[in-house]
């Protein structure tokens, strides 16, 4: 028995609700399935869901080629101990055509490596909703979002038209060419996560706590060296930085902040202590105004 | 507290954070009229409250110079219209959920938009809250607006309200004016069921009676804002309310494992407990409460869970499991009060579901009785109803439902109405009245039975789930049927 307040009580059986919610209502539903902290309790509210029964859904990874090496290891491992069964989505055109973030604005590679390839895995697989991890303490626009989010044909989101959810009821019945995305997370903040991971003793990778990793520092943000693909400018050289991240993404494109919080305790003590938010670590999110509502009416999570 | 007192939990959870603090949460709404103010009062709030981080600081400091208002520096509204569209034409589009804590609580801010296109949009709002600000601009005092959100908070269930009396140095501090549009809200709120109802003057622009007090308002000794939400209490449940839980899956397992799984709505179960279902009235016992985490012995309001009980009842989702003594009625017929939510207007022959707790239910038949006039409060007869009015109506059911009244149990006394064709949400309501078996079968009414859907159902045999596909695939006929105007009913010959 875990010994979870009932603030986070209330935030899992909320969670586990809509859960079962959607899976009652949806007929092929998925979870993406990120491999970073929010995926890590996402995971385990659906677990928790359906036990003693299986997953009655499949997970999507959509894996850009460009996340770090410890989040890959982490992900197989998971998969395997877990028996689950795992979709893998990579835009396999793009990364012939050598789409990659160090050449291509964050918007243009955000939008081919992980909208188009998400839509991609989306509509081969036929899934009518897709259970993701968002929550609305992260960003401005994410504020705004219903718990079941209606996408229209393309999976495009318009603001102006989101259904109304009142109490508890969730409307989970389509239109035509609708397809949904569920977000059983939607009340959780950042420090509930850390809270909830630390209470419900779950594992997470590795990137989480502060280690001696090899760094560069650009514009003003460290990034660490995971591979001999990031271009080295004339005369640079990775630096041994005690680094940690917030959130997980592409390596080239989230940066790490300095750090000795290396364990769960310190992690969670800094995080409630923190005086920036998490997505300032997000390259992508600051690439132009109103950023993530665009890329969220183009069908990005 | 005492040290010693301190269980378990609070001490593992002190660990983690130093101050001791109520474990509630208060669900806090903002609304009125348009420009009244309300995205300013709790981007002020959220400021001075500490609910804003450096980075979201910088970014709001940098925004503001684009959009400097009334010879403030800051423009605190950016911190809550997170939409483009929102921040391009300076309104509120859509409600904002934001989350902070003090040193005392937590909260949940959803601050809903003003405008009267936008009144869905805030009835999703208040529906999921505890307590309500209703936000009046001093120099206009109670609007038409303002009563409707009033109308709107008091149908969801909001129990708690408190008046704002906002831009407060526009009207050079006059206690004489704040007084008479206080005693004009209170006027208004007789209408209502509120039990708690408050009034603070406040200018969210210079913060005034949000988190500091006021030096231009000596006249006012009552708490500010943020001291008045510190100490008022979050919505608490009837004591020994009677046990319900709408049945959402059925979890099936290894060793013939066949579980209910659901959220408790209401009240308490133990292991040993008889339970019955509302629909058939066949009873069982309660033999394990399942969690991942293991066995519970007992399960109340809010927790989600799977039960496992001694005898198979045969029953799937939309189902609702009860006590046996205090249950749900079992109905066909029910009376409601609504807010209606979608740009088409009621049609009285259009194909319309009910979605209760975890069921979905045909409509037979539906009629408006009265509508509430906003100037009045009042009641009028009618047999239209629009976007955003406040309607009484009847509605006749295509097969009977568990149902409870709003006011004893909200969580089972709830419906929204959804267009079969669409799928969207047209309106929200609460139960009124309900009656068994007052859904007569007229000559113009074609029943749906085993007879009828034979040819159709041909591969369905007895197993639970050829069962629940059978009532799926007998509502889709129904809403077919429905929605060209042939009215139906299921028969549920079990």
């Not at chain 1, 689950?84 to 990659?100: E, G, P, S, Y």
């Not at chain 2, 709120?189 to 006021?214: C, E, H």
Request: charged residues 25%.
């Amino acid at each position: 028995m875990t010994a979870l307040t009932s603030h986070l009580k209330l935030l899992e059986a909320e969670s586990i609700h809509i859960f079962r919610e959607a899976a009652a209502q949806f007929r092929t539903p998925v979870l993406l399935y990120s491999i970073g902290k929010d995926s890590t309790v996402l995971l385990h509210l659906a677990r928790k869901a359906f036990w003693p029964a299986k997953l009655p859904f499949p997970l999507l990874h959509v894996d850009t080629t460009w996340k770090f090496r410890e989040m890959i290891a982490f992900r197989d491992r998971i998969v395997a101990e877990m028996g689950l069964d795992l979709i893998v989505q990579t835009n396999h055109d793009a990364v012939a055509k050598n789409i990659n973030p160090f050449d291509y604005p964050p918007s243009v590679y955000t939008d081919i490596m992980k909208t188009q390839a998400l839509r991609k895995g989306l509509d081969d697989g036929g899934f009518d909703a897709a259970f993701g991890g968002a929550r609305r303490d992260e960003e401005a626009s994410r504020a705004k979002e219903r718990v079941f989010s209606f996408r229209a044909n393309g999976h495009t989101w318009d603001p102006r038209l989101q259904r109304p959810e009142m109490w508890q009821l969730l409307n989970g019945r389509l239109g035509k060419d609708e397809t949904v995305r569920v977000f059983p997370m939607s009340n959780w903040t950042e420090a509930d996560i850390w809270r909830y991971i630390m209470l419900e003793q779950l594992e997470v990778v590795p990137l989480y706590f502060a280690k001696e990793r090899p760094t560069v520092e650009r514009d003003g943000q460290l990034l660490m060296v995971d591979d001999d693909r990031i271009p080295m400018k004339p005369g640079e050289q990775p630096v041994m930085r005690k680094v940690r991240f917030r959130t997980l993404g592409c390596y080239p494109l989230t940066a790490a902040i300095e750090s000795e919080a290396e364990d769960l305790d310190a992690v969670v003590t800094e995080t409630l202590g923190a005086k920036v938010s998490e997505r300032a670590g997000r390259l992508i999110d600051h690439d132009e105004v109103g950023a993530m509502e665009k890329k969220k009416r183009e069908g990005y999570f | 507290m005492s040290v010693a007192a301190l269980s378990e939990t609070q001490a593992v959870e002190s660990a983690i954070r130093p101050a001791a603090k109520s474990e509630s949460i208060l669900h806090l709404l903002t609304c009125g009229s348009v420009d009244d103010g309300k995205s300013t009062l709790i981007g002020r709030l959220l400021w001075d409250a500490a609910g804003v981080t450096d980075d979201q600081r910088a970014q709001i400091m940098h925004a503001s110079h684009g959009r400097a208002m009334n010879g403030e520096k800051i423009d605190f509204s950016l911190l809550l219209d997170g939409l483009v569209a929102e921040r391009e034409q300076g309104i509120t589009i859509d409600i904002a959920w934001r989350y902070f804590e003090t040193e005392s609580r937590r909260y949940v801010i959803i601050d809903s938009p003003g405008h009267e296109q936008y009144t869905r949009n805030m009835a999703t709002g208040a529906s999921h809250a505890d307590i309500a600000v209703l936000l009046v601009d001093a120099r206009h005092g109670v609007k038409r607006q303002t009563r409707r959100h009033a109308a709107i908070c008091n149908l969801v269930g909001i129990k708690k309200v408190i008046l704002a009396v906002n831009k407060m140095d526009q009207i050079d501090w006059s206690e004489e004016r704040y007084r008479a549009i206080e005693a004009d809200f209170r006027a208004i709120a007789d209408n209502f069921s509120f039990t708690d109802i408050a009034s603070i003057p406040v200018a969210a622009l210079t913060g005034a009676n949000v988190v500091a007090r006021s030096d231009e308002m000596p006249w006012y000794a009552g708490p500010t804002l943020l001291e008045y939400l510190e100490t008022v209490e979050a919505k608490t449940e009837a004591q020994d309310a009677p046990f319900r839980m709408p049945v959402q899956l059925v979890l099936r397992g290894d060793n013939d494992f066949r579980g209910y799984a659901g959220t408790v709505t209401s009240g308490t179960v133990h292991v040993g407990d008889r339970v019955v279902d509302a629909r058939s009235g066949l009873g069982a016992t309660l033999q394990r409460i399942v969690t991942m985490t293991g066995d519970l012995t007992s399960a109340s309001s809010g927790d989600a869970v799977t039960l496992l009980l001694d005898t198979d009842l045969d029953i799937s989702r939309g189902a609702v499991l009860t006590e046996t003594e205090r249950r749900p009625t079992n109905a066909d017929v029910l009376e409601a009060r609504l807010v209606w939510l979608s740009e088409k207007p009621f049609d009285p022959e259009a194909g319309y579901l009910l979605r209760t707790a975890t069921d979905l239910t045909p409509v037979t038949s539906m009629s408006v009785s009265t509508l509430i006039d906003f100037e009045t409060l009042s009641s009028h007869q009618a047999h239209d109803c629009g976007m955003n009015d406040i309607a009484d109506c009847r509605i006749l059911l295509g097969r009977s439902t568990a149902l409870d009244l709003f006011s004893d149990l909200p969580l089972t006394g709830n419906f929204v109405l959804v267009n079969a064709l669409d799928g969207a949400t047209v309106a929200g309501g609460v139960i009124t009245w309900v009656q068994t078996g007052a859904a007569a079968v007229g000559d113009n009414v074609l029943v749906l039975d085993r007879a009828r859907l034979a040819s159709l159902c041909a591969d369905l045999g007895d197993s639970p789930e050829d069962k629940a596909e059978y009532d799926r695939r007998a509502q889709e006929v129904a809403i077919l049927l429905r929605s060209a105007g042939i009215p139906v009913l299921i028969a549920t010959d079990r």
